[in-house]
């Protein structure tokens, strides 16, 4: 398996990822970010978007264990609180574009779910209207919550002693497969 396509079959509930890294796969974007433990549970606490003050002190914290995973070479940690940097800022610009959070219309007032790989963004997204962008959506307190995290998420996701453990990481996984 690709180390770019993330393996959702695995049983995230007894995988310890810190004792057995090569079980995890990058993926997409912010794939597997609340099932990948024990990091989930180090950063979903830190994880807050709702105002300008909690976005700023969130961002800086996620960040501050990104660096401390980068500092014990620990890639998926250091990946992980890249996601949730990543997932900081996709939040934060979903509300500021929706207030309510729903990205799409209902018909007759239920959203009609479709089937979807987990790749392929919301299960509403097929079949549902998307709902038009808040008149404030480029300066309101969640668009600049949003720009704090993308602004952490880029300086974490172009760290160079990052890039360089997950090109190691990406390499070792790939030695490990083709030993199999």
């Not at 940097?85 to 018909?107: I, S």
């Not at 600049?144 to 190691?168: N, R, S, T």
Request: glycine letters at 4%.
């Amino acid at each position: 398996m690709s180390a770019y396509i993330f393996d959702y079959s695995l049983d995230f509930k007894t995988v310890d990822f810190k004792k057995s890294p090569y079980l995890y796969r990058i993926g997409k974007g912010e794939q597997g970010v609340l099932l990948v433990e024990p990091y989930k549970s180090e950063l979903l606490p830190l994880w807050k978007f709702k105002t300008v003050d909690l976005a700023q002190e969130s961002a800086e914290a996620i960040y501050r264990k990104f660096e401390e995973y980068v500092t014990e070479q620990d890639f998926v940690g250091a990946d992980m609180a890249r996601k949730f940097l990543q997932m900081g800022f996709t939040r934060a610009r979903r509300y500021a574009n929706h207030p309510t959070g729903r990205k799409y219309a209902t018909d007759n007032g239920t959203l009609t779910p479709a089937e979807y790989p987990y790749s392929q963004g919301s299960k509403y997204k097929a079949g549902n209207a998307p709902l038009a962008q808040a008149d404030d959506a480029l300066c309101n307190e969640k668009a600049q919550a949003a720009a704090i995290f993308k602004e952490y998420w880029f300086k974490a996701k172009d760290d160079e002693v990052y890039q360089k453990l997950k090109q190691e990481f990406v390499e070792k996984l790939k030695m490990k497969e083709s030993e199999r």
